[in-house]
T-cell receptor, first 110, second 116 residues
Framework: SQKIEQNSEALNIQEGKTATLTCNYTNYSPAYLQWYRQDPGRGPVFLLLIRENEKEKRKERLKVTFDTTLKQSLFHITASQPADSATYLC?????????FGAGTTVTVRA | DTGVSQNPRHKITKRGQNVTFRCDPISEHNRLYWYRQTLGQGPEFLTY????????KSRLLSDRFSAERPKGSFSTLEIQRTEQGDSAMYLC??????????????FGSGTRLTVV
């Protein structure tokens, strides 16, 4: 069955450093990969979407890549801040249905 | 319009009782989705509406679950004869067709269900 995997459950980094999160997909080829932020007790909030024919996309301090050869997306938070502490979810889709990974919880230490 | 609204935010119910949740999507959005999320996991797809038509139901959605979207506006998710395994966060999301290639889905804050 199609699967989205986020390798790390947790990532702890020092303020100012770059956080890099990995998302791998197996048994299917999503046309889109999306990244969401989720705070405790809240719903996911959309951050970025990248299409399979795009290699990289940026939004402020966020950068996402899509490598169809490696079947992988990388999500970077540059110049990280304590306010970036949250769980980040990767999701893939071809049409309307999103398949989510389990998420990576990022903690940024001041 | 302030986004996707879900009510109630929290629900505690006894096993065997019926519960109903409501979702009010963004008014211009024609697509509405229900997802379920348990602790430490990502959201799992339950069902999807395009306008008032329910187009797909996940195998996760047993016959105790039913969802409606009358008139293509708000949606309700009902769980009959609740079981402890139904305890989870139930998330609603909405989107608009033409935005799909550029924007993600807008999620509500969810309804946290606890079955005791």
């Amino acid at each position: 069955s199609q699967k989205i995997e986020q390798n790390s459950e947790a990532l702890n980094i020092q303020e100012g450093k770059t956080a890099t999160l990995t998302c791998n997909y197996t048994n299917y080829s999503p046309a889109y990969l999306q990244w969401y932020r989720q705070d405790p007790g809240r719903g996911p909030v959309f951050l970025l979407l990248i299409r399979e024919n795009e290699k990289e996309k940026r939004k402020e301090r966020l950068k996402v890549t899509f490598d169809t050869t490696l079947k992988q997306s990388l999500f970077h938070i540059t110049a990280s801040q304590p306010a970036d502490s949250a769980t980040y979810l990767c999701a893939g889709n071809n049409d309307y249905k999103l398949s989510f990974g389990a998420g990576t919880t990022v903690t940024v230490r001041a | 319009d302030t986004g996707v609204s879900q009510n109630p935010r929290h629900k505690i119910t006894k096993r065997g009782q019926n519960v109903t949740f409501r979702c009010d999507p963004i008014s211009e959005h024609n697509r509405l989705y229900w997802y379920r999320q348990t602790l430490g996991q990502g959201p799992e797809f339950l069902t999807y509406f395009q306008n008032e038509a329910q187009l797909e139901k996940s195998r996760l959605l047993s016959d105790r679950f039913s969802a409606e979207r009358p008139k293509g506006s708000f949606s309700t998710l009902e769980i009959q004869r609740t079981e402890q395994g139904d305890s989870a966060m139930y998330l609603c999301a909405s989107s608009f067709d033409r935005d799909r290639a550029n924007y993600g889905y807008t999620f509500g804050s969810g309804t946290r269900l606890t079955v005791v």
